[in-house]
């Protein structure tokens, strides 16, 4: 159980940033595939840097009711998918499968709350949690043990001290903090006059958006027009709060550790006959690479067990970054 860790992937996020980022690709039967690239690349460099045990991928299934009810502007800013990406959901799918990776996508869920439910579960079971995405919105799930981290490479892990050196808060402030500055990318408007340093200085000296709000309705923020407007912005808070705080407890999802299937333990046939099928030559050329190192450790440590059988065998070099790299801290 030493040193357990799920690696969560927010699906989504990933194929979108992939798509942004790589320049347009295509298949030998012409299908973009430039986002699968991308997702690919990004994938592979997480699990070589985390070394999981276990790893989930989650997308949106679509708007949650309970949230639209509260809010029916919800992101509905946003253009729909872009349809060269959309053909490549399917693709993302396609491979996870082949390289035996679970995924999930819940029928009006987001992948915020898969993510933070079996984030949740995971923690209470004892285990390490790397939550790899880009949103805000997860860091109120980061704990000792859960971190969140970039998708992009050499990006650093936030811990707790990590949140708050980014936002100016504490983990169990983060939905206070977004709640009063509001999120842009989710159609979620804040106080006026309230950025990011104002959000951090009010709760750092009130504690919590209740006593701001207390404080406000007995006329001691200052300067007034910031308190005139929290008091203006009762039910917008209130709102925001719902709407910001991940769901921990969603249904038909894995309720324990042990249920959740471990990656697939196949010989990399089912990937690689995947990325040879729509053209991925650099990645089928990385893969053979990585299998001859694999190759290589193990008969370096087969060798030294034979030499030396009175005496446990020392680790390869991946094992060793993979207990470096969980020790990782931001102090």
Known sequence: MANELLLLLDGNAFAHRAFHAVAPLNAPDGTPTNALHGFIHLFRALREQWLPTKIVAAFDGGKPADRM??????????????????????????????????????????????????????????????????????????????WCVSPTKGGKPLDPAGVVAKLGVVPEKVVDYLALVGDTADNLPGIPGVGPKTAAKLLAVHGSLAAVREAAAAGKIEPERIGKAIREGGELLEINRKMMTTKRDLAGLWESWDAIPPPGEADGAEERAFCARYGMASLLREMARDAARAKEEEEILAEAAAEEPARAPKPSKRAEKRDDSRQLTLF
């Open 69 to 146: 009810a509260l809010c029916p502007a919800y992101k509905g800013q946003r253009k729909p998918m872009d349809e060269a990406l959309k053909v490549q959901m399917p693709l993302i799918d396609g491979y996870l499968d082949a390289a035996g990776i679970p995924r999930v996508r819940l029928p009006h869920e987001e992948a915020d709350d898969i993510l933070s439910t079996l984030a949740a579960r995971a923690e209470a079971a004892g285990r390490d949690v790397r939550i790899a995405t880009s949103d805000k919105d997860l860091l109120q799930m980061v704990t000792p043990r859960v």
